[in-house]
């Protein structure tokens, strides 16, 4: 080649705008160009006659796929795109372009590489990329959007509706919590939501309580309720939201929340939250917003009419239950009286009653009712230990305290720490054991049995018995002192017998309880069998009702419960029993109904569960007047 080429090729190679190098077969830069310098940063002595790996890799050996080898091996050109940190600590995307330059022979002799910055056009591929992604999200959005609000205006009820939301958020936000805060009509406290999924519940339990011990519910009701800012607030805004949201907030990395607001008023907040930090699009955000704005209307009809049905149910279970207790008679009105009166105290309840009346399920209404619901409710049963043995379930024992004790093993007061302990038949307990209850009753503090370490356990005491607690007191058998600090305040359970008109409500719910679990469909009792369980005196009490139910529901093969499916001891009572003394129970009953019901015959009979032609037609029958 003359030297005029050679000199015009070496002008080129160095006046090239992109970074140029040639390497031999032993990997040595043998030639770089000013802008492979300047882009490097490198005096060209630096570079010239090191290994490329040394240099560009910090390596020691060559890199194991190395294209340089390649284009060596097979004498072809290869392009490879690379992303290269700079001195400066920028990434750039380059394409390298490896030639072959072979000699007379067609050997090649040497590899030129070609350094290609593409990074400015990596950033247009992507932007487009991007941008038509979300214009194919947002396209995907809206007939997600016109598919949702169809379906909302088919829901008819408040669950439907937000399971319908909660399902949307899961496709476009997967795994994050859906927190839906929906206020009641009049503004002045949150909706319970009844029978949602658990996926959609607890979390909003969840933040109500943090809302609650944070004493911001009130704050997040006004807030709803006045709307003062109605605007979109997200986790990356960089603002400073309520206080009330930095508690929802809290658990969550990346989160945003909406009023929703019909006409200008609160009707509740649309929350939701991830615990993995992710950035929400505004494609995202607002199909969001749009959604909400599309529900918004329909969710306050249905609020009104779930509010109507809370209602409704809160009537008719504050008239016939409380909680798991059945019963609308006088007496066990009472009894849910008192159960909301001393819920609210740590004061220690006596539950008085036969054996079968519910005194357990009592103590447990009132658990959950207290502040203390969260705790454990622990139950001792001290009748099934012997002294010995009940002292140690109670407050427990050290290791090799007797012969047994082989650990230590924590008692039930320990264990009922932060909750309640039942302790069941009370009157059963020895002298000893009462003098280590009253002591704890006192100050909270015992030891273990073979322990000299006070242990204080902060526990409330309910306690349970079918005798005549005060009785056995003046016969020396209960101290006196431990009688009155469990008798602050007594729940007596009346028996069954004297509350026969919840006898029909008692053994429905039985029936249907029964009927589930053995899959079967009963319906219904027949008046004959329904007439021998009101005619029986029920010595087992409501325990005793129930597994005569639960018998009669195994035997039948149809939907009514007949007499001959009741137990043995009901048919032959029902036989032994002559007509006129079924006739002075009824009138017994009517007139006892009749009196409860301050003679309102509609109440009485809603009550007998009997129309009120029919009752009219008794009451002639008995001669049964109101007292003037």
Partial sequence: MPFQSIEFLSRVFESFGDPLVVYNKDYQILRVNQALLNLYQYDSQVLLGRRCYEVFHQRSVPCPECHIKEVFHRGLPQVRAKLITLPDGRQHHFEIN?????????????????????????????????????????????????????????TDSLKDLLDSLQAVTQKIVPDADFLCFILTAGGHKFLTLEGCSPRLGEPLRAALKKLERAGLLSDFVRYLDHLPDPQLLTSASGSNPPAFIQVISKDYASWFGLPISPQEHGLGYFFLGARDPREFSQTDLHFFQALVAQIAGHLRALVLHEEEIQYLRQQVAEKTSHGEIIGQSKKMQDVYELIDLVSSSDATVLI??????????????????????????????CS????????????????GAFTGAIRRKKGRMERAHGGTLFLDEIGDISAA?????????????????????????????????????????????????????????????????????????????????????????VAKFSSNAMQALMDYEWPGNVRQLENAVSHAVILTQGEVIRRRHLPRFLKEASDVSASPSLSDNERRLILRVLTEANWNKHDAARRLQVSRSTLYSKMRRYGLEKPK
Avoid: W
């Avoid at 043995?389 to 407050?395: A, I, K, M, Q, V």
């Avoid at 073979?450 to 009785?471: F, H, P, Q």
């Fill in 384 to 399: 099934a230990y012997s002294p010995t043995l009940l002292e140690s379930e109670l407050f427990g024992h050290e290791k």
């Fill in 352 to 381: 008085t009653g036969e054996n079968g009346t519910g005194k357990e399920m009592v103590a447990q209404a009132i658990h959950q009712q207290s502040h203390r619901r969260r705790g454990p409710f622990v139950v001792a049963n």
């Fill in 98 to 154: 490896s030639y072959p330059v072979k000699n007379g022979q067609g050997e090649t002799i040497q590899v030129l590489e070609h350094g290609r910055d593409i990074t400015a056009r990596r950033h247009v591929e992507q932007t487009l990329a991007h941008r038509t992604q979300e214009l194919q999200k947002t396209q995907s959005q809206m007939e997600m959007l016109f598919e949702v609000s169809r379906q909302v205006g088919a």
């Fill in 433 to 521: 054991t009462q003098i280590l209850l009253l002591r704890f009753l006192q100050d909270h503090t015992f030891e273990r049995v073979g322990g000299e370490e006070s242990i204080e356990a902060d526990v409330r005491v309910l306690a349970a018995t079918n005798k005549d607690l005060y009785g056995e007191v003046e016969s020396g058998r209960f101290r006196n002192d431990l009688y009155y600090r469990l008798n602050v305040i007594t729940i007596h359970l009346p028996p069954l017998r004297e509350r026969k008109e919840d006898i029909p409500l008692l053994a429905q719910h039985f029936l249907k309880k029964f009927s589930a679990k053995e899959g079967r469909k």
